[in-house]
T-cell receptor
Framework: DAGVTQSPTHLIKTRGQQVTLRCSPK?????VSWYQQALGQGPQFIFQ???????QRGNFPDRFSGHQFPNYSSELNVNALLLGDSALYLC???????????????FGSGTRLTVV | GEDVEQSLFLSVREGDSSVINCTYT??????LYWYKQEPGAGLQLLTY?????DMKQDQRLTVLLNKKDKHLSLRIADTQTGDSAIYFC??????????FGTGTRLQVFP
């Protein structure tokens, strides 16, 4: 059973560009969350998608946006990239709400974004 | 407020027990989690505890929760070199997000 799949694994972008990161949740999971993990830090919550809608958002600017598709996969878009956006971006999926409490999130291996 | 704190580094000898500590500030936390992150990898859920529990044991792992002091600990018995990684505690207050600590790097030496 494939877990959470993220693509690409690594990415280098230039300041001011736009980037799209992709996530396929674990089979049977319908909720997708995105986290940003800067070097040496714990992951920070960006937002969560459920039923194709953003359910909650962390303290991230509007440059960060997302989307969830009917097959539960998700994209994270970042516009006008800054050097400070360099980080590991983690996607996490979970089953229904009770399942999240029981099993926690399943995390992907992440996309390492470097902005130069 | 939301804040989770951990010590940055722990070094133990192979075969000894490791204890990783975490403090959190939000008393309305419902679940508390321990995740493991190996180099270049995502986060692996190790164990979790519901906020109305004091202790949970799962093979070599023991989680202790002191809700009064908002203190969570993870004990790893018989620590092995394969346990070397960064360990994150995380709290969930509602269904929507996890709040992570800064992580504790565990180094196991022979």
């Amino acid at each position: 059973d494939a877990g959470v799949t993220q693509s690409p694994t690594h990415l280098i972008k230039t300041r001011g560009q736009q980037v799209t990161l992709r996530c396929s949740p674990k089979s049977g999971h319908d909720t997708v969350s995105w986290y940003q993990q800067a070097l040496g830090q714990g992951p920070q919550f960006i937002f969560q998608y459920y039923e194709e809608e953003e359910r909650q958002r962390g303290n991230f600017p509007d440059r960060f946006s997302g989307h969830q598709f009917p097959n539960y996969s998700s994209e994270l878009n970042v516009n006008a990239l800054l050097l400070g956006d360099s980080a590991l971006y983690l996607c996490a999926s979970s089953p229904d709400l009770q399942g999240m409490f029981d099993y926690g999130y399943t995390f992907g291996s992440g996309t390492r974004l470097t902005v130069v | 407020g939301e804040d989770v704190e951990q010590s940055l580094f722990l070094s133990v000898r192979e075969g000894d027990s490791s204890v990783i500590n975490c403090t959190y500030t939000d008393s309305s936390s419902t679940y508390l989690y321990w995740y493991k992150q190996e180099p270049g990898a995502g986060l692996q859920l190790l164990t979790y505890i519901f906020s109305n529990m004091d202790m949970k044991q799962d093979q070599r792992l023991t989680v202790l929760l002191n809700k009064k002091d908002k203190h969570l600990s993870l004990r790893i018995a018989d620590t092995q070199t394969g346990d070397s990684a960064i360990y994150f505690c995380a709290e969930s207050i509602d269904t929507d997000k996890l709040i992570f600590g800064t992580g504790t790097r565990l180094q196991v030496f022979p």
